[in-house]
């Protein structure tokens, strides 16, 4: 049964970090690409960004651009989003999710459909 937990969130002080990690189970996530998605209270979801397989590409929206690093380490099936520089807009419920299929990778905004999602960890950012 395929599964992703997410962890890391917290409370932080505008300007600060916290780095996220989802593990998966039940498959091998060397064969997925991956991504980060947010939810704040009272909007739609956000893409927030996006790995290939490997790592080695990587996408991100404009509003994180800069400040978040998505990564990957297949041998423990675990994905990571390091945030600095957070601010109170990026106060939101993170999830990640397995990419079942992209549109315009090669675009500044790719299209993606999921299959699975966690259930996701919750972010805060405030003084």
């Known amino acids: 049964q395929e599964q992703l937990v997410e962890s890391g969130g917290g409370l932080v002080q505008p300007g600060g970090s916290l780095r996220l990690s989802c593990v998966a189970s039940?498959?091998?996530?060397?064969?997925?690409?991956m991504a980060w998605v947010r939810q704040a209270p009272g909007k739609g979801p956000e893409w927030v960004s996006a790995?290939?397989?490997?790592?080695?590409?990587?996408r991100y929206a404009d509003s994180v651009k800069g400040r978040f690093t998505i990564s990957r380490d297949n041998a423990k099936n675990t994905v990571y989003l390091q945030m600095n520089s957070l601010q109170p807009e990026d106060t939101a419920l993170y999830y990640c999710?397995?990419?079942?299929?992209?549109?315009?990778?090669?675009?500044?905004?790719?299209?993606?459909?999921?299959?699975?999602r966690g259930q996701g960890t919750q972010v805060t950012v405030s003084s």
């Open positions: 999710a397995r990419v079942a299929k992209i549109t315009g990778w090669g675009n500044p905004v790719p299209q993606f459909e999921y299959d699975y």
């Open positions: 039940g498959f091998s996530l060397n064969s997925w690409y």
């Open positions: 790995t290939d397989t490997g790592g080695h590409s990587t």
